[in-house]
């Protein structure tokens, strides 16, 4: 298994691109170890969080450009899998990124908005463009079907079970 040190001595002041870069490189590393990625109670707390912040009204809430970078190396090293499935090409943007990883958190579609700040409309064009890219299919109607089928390790989702 890769050793945090990785991490450790990442530049976390990267731009999104090189972040995303850092973080699947790591995931790729993580996906060619042979242990299983262990319960992340750093991670499950960032979900609860993230889910408290999408209940307060946009734009007071927010999640900051610093939490979204560790919410998605924290993910990438729970989910080695799923990320690299869903960065598999490198073909997502930063926005799709995190609604990808939102909806496969089973994040409700006005939880994404408003972590994101981002109308309905917006969403679905984004869900569009993630579908379009991830599976070859061009509506955002299927997207979330599809997403189901993205193996998550089911011991780091912890927050999902508190919050049902």
Not at 4 to 23: G, P
Not at 36 to 53: A, C, D, N, R, Y
Not at 118 to 124: A, D, I, W
Request: aromatic fraction near 6%; include cysteine.
């Amino acid at each position: 298994m890769p050793s945090d040190s990785f991490l450790q001595n990442v530049n976390w002041t990267l731009d999104e691109a090189e972040l995303n870069d850092k973080i699947r490189e790591y995931a790729q590393r993580l996906l060619h170890s042979d242990e299983m990625v262990g319960e992340s109670p750093q991670f499950t707390l960032m979900i609860e969080e993230f889910h408290e912040k999408a209940e307060r009204k946009r734009n007071t809430s927010m999640p900051t450009k610093l939490e979204w970078e560790q919410f998605l190396r924290l993910f990438a090293q729970t989910q080695p899998k799923a990320y690299a499935a869903i960065g598999r090409e490198q073909t997502l943007s930063p926005q799709e990124l995190r609604v990808c990883i939102l909806l496969l958190l089973k994040f409700a579609n006005s939880e994404v908005m408003a972590l994101l700040n981002v109308s309905s409309q917006s969403l679905t064009n984004v869900k569009s463009r993630i579908n379009e890219k991830l599976f070859g299919i061009s509506n955002a109607s299927t997207l979330e079907n599809k997403i189901k089928e993205i193996p998550i390790v089911p011991e780091t989702m912890n927050a999902q079970k508190l919050l049902s």
